[in-house]
């Protein structure tokens, strides 16, 4: 079946080191996408890329990186200037604007 | 920056109550989605309105988007626990002929007792 896999799905850092964060869709969608989901703030989109090799910033950008070398993957690094960094990430993907997103199960960071 | 405010953040029902959230941008939207998220999940696309006035139905689930194509609401009748979770409402925006991003409302968390 298509879909997205994130992994992992728990991931302990320490404070201070960066961490990928891993995501893989099989459904031949263009777009992906980086969301951070803390409590009472909904969806917070970090990066996005519309086609391989190019990626944009999303509203909170700040101490994270992409890269878009293929079009099955999408993976995120946290780095060590992200000044709060323990959230909920998901990853997600799009086949168009006439559709909806296609959520992977997410990658719940924790750093301490 | 831009904003889809969403309302109520928090909703307690009773089984077999209603259930009501809504969806609000300042701006006219080219469309909007809604997603449900599951405790402990990750959100799921519900469903796509597109035109000014539209409603759709899924079962016990009714969503509207407004005239004016600047709100939505999705409304459930005789809630069950199965409908558990937190509702999205993501609204997408026009910019001079293209579409942008999603923007997503903060959700409304229904809880259902039983």
């Known amino acids: 079946d298509g879909g997205i896999t994130q992994s992992p799905k728990y991931l302990f850092r320490k404070e201070g080191q960066n961490v990928t964060l891993s995501c893989e869709q099989n459904?031949?969608?263009?777009?992906m996408y980086w969301y951070r989901q803390d409590p009472g703030q909904g969806l917070r989109l970090i990066y996005y890329?519309?086609?391989?090799?190019?990626?944009q910033k999303g509203d909170i950008a700040e101490g994270y990186s992409v890269s878009r070398e293929k079009k099955e993957s999408f993976p995120l690094t946290v780095t060590s200037a992200q000044k709060n960094p323990t959230a909920f990430y998901l990853c997600?993907?799009?086949?168009?604007?006439?559709?909806?997103?296609?959520f992977g199960s997410g990658t719940r960071l924790t750093v301490v | 920056g831009q904003q889809v405010m969403q309302i109520p953040q928090y909703q307690h029902v009773q089984e077999g109550e209603d259930f009501t959230t809504y969806c609000n941008s300042s701006?006219?939207?080219?469309?909007i989605q809604w997603y449900k998220q599951r405790p402990g999940g990750h959100p799921v696309f519900l469903i796509q309105l597109v035109k000014s006035g539209e409603v759709k139905k899924q079962k016990r689930l009714t969503f509207q988007f407004g005239e004016a194509k600047k709100n939505s609401s999705l409304h459930i009748t005789a809630t069950q626990t199965t409908d558990v979770g937190t509702y999205f409402c993501?609204?997408?925006?026009?910019?001079?002929?293209?579409?942008?991003?999603?923007?997503f409302g903060k959700g409304t968390k229904l809880s259902v007792k039983p």
């Open positions: 890329s519309q086609i391989v090799n190019d990626f």
């Open positions: 701006t006219t939207l080219s469309n």
């Open positions: 459904l031949n969608h263009d777009a």
């Open positions: 993501a609204g997408r925006k026009n910019y001079g002929g293209s579409q942008g991003n999603l923007i």
């Open positions: 997600a993907s799009s086949g168009g604007v006439e559709v909806g997103y296609t």
